[in-house]
T-cell receptor
């Protein structure tokens, strides 16, 4: 069990640029979640995959955000035309079954200049 | 639309005493509740969970209580240790586990 891995740990970019984050879940976990966390708040749900299928997506997720999980393995979260309000910690979590707790990665911190 | 609320941003407790962290929720469809602990620069780490069919779950020094009628859960840590100092989040989900809602966290400081 190598844990959930997220890359990069920190991303600094200029407003208007596109960014992509990667999450490698624990290998046998078929459930994968993305969250966003801002200062002083708890993780905010963004989207959920079961294997390669994206089954749930937050209404807060604008069309600038897209996530994929090809072949049900790693996942990517892309933000197009970044805005100041996108600055946050982006967390990925995985679990084997819904009733089992999620294992979180250490997150990718996005800073928009 | 904050469906899970932690109204105490911080809590300070003396080592050896009990820490009680509280969490309220608004959605009666929530079926599964969890507590996570988070240290700076790390992702949240699972502590303990409870399903709606139970009113108590215990794991070592950690006990979670669920009061469904009041839509309230609490986490008891006994005895508290300095290493317990962290931010604690409660979370909730419906029975399909497709979406989890987190509270805003309570920062616990356990003083030696």
């Amino acid at each position: 069990d190598t844990g959930v891995s997220q890359n990069p740990r920190h991303k600094i970019t200029k407003r208007g640029q596109n960014v992509t984050f990667r999450c490698d879940p624990i290998s046998e976990h078929n459930r994968l979640y993305w969250y966003r966390q801002t200062l002083g708040q708890g993780p905010e749900f963004l989207t959920y995959f079961q294997n390669e299928a994206q089954l749930e997506k937050s209404r807060l997720l604008s069309d600038r955000f897209s996530a994929e999980r090809p072949k049900g393995s790693f996942s990517t979260l892309e933000i197009q035309r970044t805005e100041q309000g996108d600055s946050a910690m982006y967390l990925c979590a995985s679990s084997l079954r819904g009733s089992q707790p999620q294992h979180f990665g250490d997150g990718t911190r996005l800073s928009i200049l | 639309d904050q469906q899970v609320k932690q109204n105490s941003p911080s809590l300070s407790v003396q080592e050896g005493r009990i820490s009680i962290l509280n969490c309220d929720y608004t959605n009666s469809m929530f079926d599964y509740f969890l507590w996570y602990k988070k240290y700076p620069a790390e992702g949240p780490t699972f502590l303990i969970s409870i399903s709606s069919i139970k009113d108590k779950n215990e794991d070592g020094r950690f006990t979670v209580f669920l009061n469904k009628s009041a839509k309230h859960l609490s986490l008891h840590i006994v005895p508290s240790q300095p290493g317990d100092s962290a931010v604690y989040f409660c979370a909730a989900s419906g029975d399909n586990f497709n979406k989890f809602y987190f509270g805003s966290g309570t920062k616990l400081n356990v003083k030696p």
